[in-house]
């Protein structure tokens, strides 16, 4: 197994999209193209051969690129089976506990509704890559416009079990803003403190916030926390369930 090569394109006001490459075989995936110019230079700039769209969900600022670029490179384009008629020129239809291969660079799909009803992220373990586009942000987590708080919570679940060094390859950068969230749910965390001095520092240096670790997400994330029992207090949830706590928490950012 080799890691893959890993490059950041940003776009649009805040979207990060992916360019995925196998060393070995030359096969590379886009992940979220939400326009294609800026991947067709970027893939013209590292001189790789665009073989793959991974999509994680339907959003236009996901999927918006798809038809160009497979107009422009015959890619194929993988995305969720039972969300196929929302993913322009889907070829490849997955569901939870498929592989995605590029080159000897496998990938393993996971079913991750809540931010939307088919919303699925890919983790290459040989990498400790995880592309999961708005159900995990670094310190916070995408609005539940289809799921449920006991889906999304599931799902974060499944994040939340993976390697302490798996890294969180989002979709945005929203993470200042979430940093200034999380302090108000968990204002005495000594590590969320830190983490969001960084971040500050990060951004107005013009760099970019992500990817963050799965470590530092359990450690700062409040999504990630609402059954810590040190952030139920801090929050005034002392008691409730994680699923009620999640909720809780997610209606409070949503009014932030």
Request: contains cysteine; charged residues 20%.
């Amino acid at each position: 197994m080799t890691a893959l090569d890993i490059h950041q394109i940003p776009v649009l006001n805040d979207n990060y999209v992916y360019l995925a490459r196998d060393p070995g075989s030359g096969a590379c995936a886009v992940v979220d193209p939400a326009v294609a110019k800026p991947v067709l230079a970027a893939l013209d700039k590292q001189g790789w051969t665009l073989t793959h769209i991974l999509n994680t969900h339907h959003h236009m600022d996901h999927v918006g690129g798809n038809l160009e670029l497979k107009a422009v490179t015959g890619c194929t384009v993988v995305g969720f089976a039972n969300d196929a008629d929302r993913i322009p020129g889907i070829d490849v239809r997955v569901r939870e506990g498929d592989q995605v291969a590029l080159g000897d660079c496998v990938g393993q799909v996971f079913e991750v509704p809540g931010h939307t009803r088919g919303h699925i992220a890919y983790w290459f373990a040989e990498s400790h890559a995880l592309f999961c586009g708005d159900t995990l942000f670094s310190m916070g987590c995408g609005r539940l416009f289809e799921g449920t708080p006991d889906q999304m919570w599931r799902s974060l679940g499944k994040i939340r079990g993976l390697p302490d060094e798996t890294l969180i390859y989002c979709a945005h950068e929203y993470t200042n803003s979430n940093a200034d969230f999380a302090l108000t749910v968990e204002p005495d965390n000594p590590d969320l403190r830190a983490r969001a001095d960084q971040v500050l520092a990060l951004r107005q240096a013009g760099r970019p916030t992500v990817p963050s670790t799965l470590a530092l997400e359990r450690r700062t994330n409040p999504f990630l926390r609402a059954d810590a029992p040190e952030l139920l207090a801090a929050a005034g949830l002392a008691g409730r369930d994680p699923v009620s706590a999640f909720a809780e928490i997610r209606r409070r950012k949503d009014n932030f």
